[in-house]
Every structure is written in structure tokens, then in C-alpha cells.
Antibody, heavy 122, light 107 residues
Framework: EVQLVESGGGSVQPGGSLRLSCVAS????????MSWVRQAPGKGLEWVAN????????YNVDSVKGRFTISRDNAKNSLFLQMNGLRVEDTAVYYC???????????????WGQGTLVTVSS | DILMTQSPSSLSASVGDRVIITCRAS??????LNWYQQKPGKAPKLLIQ???SLQSGVPSRFSGSGSGTDFTLTISSLQPEDFATYHC?????????FGGGTKVQIK
């Protein structure tokens, strides 16, 4: 059974940092692109970043450029999101999601984690 | 960025109704359109990818159509478990973008 389990969320003041983790099981993690997608309270979904199987390609939305970094450790079946310079508008549930096992990103997500809540407030 | 506009933003319907949700893209994107269902407090679930390809295990009352800029999600006969929020998403170009969501409520 495919499982994605996020952790690392919490409350932080503006300007602070958090590191989110997502541990994958039930599939060969190193074969898949992976993404982070977030959802602010009561709002729609927003793609944040994705990363290729070997970490050689990474993309992210403009609003987090220079502040958030996506990475992965295939030996530990883990995906990460380092979030620095957090802003109030980054408050959201952050989901880890699996993309496709292709050389190019597919951009659709067949498995999602349960999400971890990040709250940025003074 | 490709802007995705869903309509309506919410609707009320009864069990057994036919429901149609539309999604319009700000530029042509072939069939790179996906639909997700999300229930309160839960992660989204992929229903349809590539505009019309039903995910394994998704009931056949769900269908998708469209190409270019205009897409639809149809639920042929609404069931109690279908009351949820539906999101469209383009996977044509980065940044990947979602529509604002359509909340399907019980009439």
C-alpha cells in the first residue's frame, strides 16, 4: 500500500524557518517525481515545488523562490521542504504528493499524504 | 502562468442529479487537465487525468471531457458520497496551477 506521511509542521513567527518531511512507503520512491502542494485555510490548492527522481531538476512557484528549497533522500525514502523567511501568507496545510515515474514531470498526483499544518503568525 | 477558472464556485444538488462543473484555462493546453475530489479534512483524490482518463477505482458516473481551453467534469447521477469539493488542475506548464474549486452541497 502506498503511503506518504508528512511531519514537521507547527507554529512559527514571521521570518522563521521550518523543515517539512515526507516519508514514503509501498512503492519505489526513487522512481518518482515528487511534489509539495499547499492549501491555505478555506482556500484552493497551490502547487509549491517538485523534484525529479535523482534531484537533478527542481521547480517551484515564484512566491516561494529564494525562500523554500525542495530536496530528497532516496536512501531514506524521504522528501523535504526547507522553508525559510516564512510569511503570514505561507500559512497552509502542506501536502506531499507523488507524480509520475517518467523522465519529465507529469504534474498529476495519484497519491497524497494527510498533510501537515504550518501556521505563521506573530 | 496559466489561470484556471472553475464554475460554479458552489452548487446545490440532490441525489440522482446530473452535475456538470466547468473549468476554463487562460491559454490552450491540449488535454493536460486533471480533476480531483476533496472531502473536508482530507487530502485530494485524483479522479481524472488527461481530461478524460478515469483513474482506476473511480466510479463510472464520473466523466471528463474537453480540450484546448474548455473542460467539463460530469457526475451522471450524484451519490451521497459525492458531496465534496472538486478541483481542476493544469499539468501543461510550470507553474502547475489549480482552479478555485467547486463545492457540491446537498440541496
Amino acid at each position: 500500500e502506498v503511503q506518504l506521511v508528512e511531519s514537521g509542521g507547527g507554529s512559527v513567527q514571521p521570518g522563521g524557518s521550518l523543515r517539512l518531511s515526507c516519508v514514503a512507503s509501498g512503492f519505489t520512491f526513487s522512481n518518482y517525481w515528487m511534489s509539495w502542494v499547499r492549501q491555505a485555510p478555506g482556500k484552493g490548492l497551490e502547487w509549491v515545488a517538485n523534484i525529479k527522481q535523482d534531484g537533478s531538476e527542481k521547480y517551484n512557484v515564484d512566491s516561494v523562490k529564494g525562500r523554500f528549497t525542495i530536496s530528497r533522500d532516496n536512501a531514506k525514502n524521504s522528501l523535504f521542504l526547507q522553508m525559510n523567511g516564512l510569511r503570514v501568507e505561507d500559512t497552509a496545510v502542506y501536502y506531499c504528493a507523488r507524480e509520475g515515474p517518467y523522465d519529465f514531470w507529469s504534474g498529476n498526483y495519484d497519491y497524497w499524504g494527510q498533510g501537515t499544518l504550518v501556521t505563521v503568525s506573530s | 502562468d496559466i489561470l484556471m477558472t472553475q464554475s460554479p464556485s458552489s452548487l446545490s444538488a440532490s441525489v440522482g442529479d446530473r452535475v456538470i462543473i466547468t473549468c476554463r484555462a487562460s491559454q490552450s493546453m491540449s488535454n493536460y487537465l486533471n480533476w480531483y475530489q476533496q472531502k473536508p479534512g482530507k487530502a485530494p483524490k485524483l479522479l481524472i487525468q488527461a481530461a478524460s482518463s478515469l483513474q482506476s477505482g473511480v466510479p463510472s458516473r464520473f466523466s471528463g471531457s474537453g480540450s484546448g481551453t474548455d473542460f467539463t467534469l460530469t457526475i451522471s447521477s450524484l451519490q451521497p458520497e459525492d458531496f465534496a469539493t472538486y478541483h481542476c488542475q493544469q499539468s501543461y506548464r510550470i507553474p502547475l496551477t489549480f482552479g478555485g474549486g467547486t463545492k457540491v452541497q446537498i440541496k
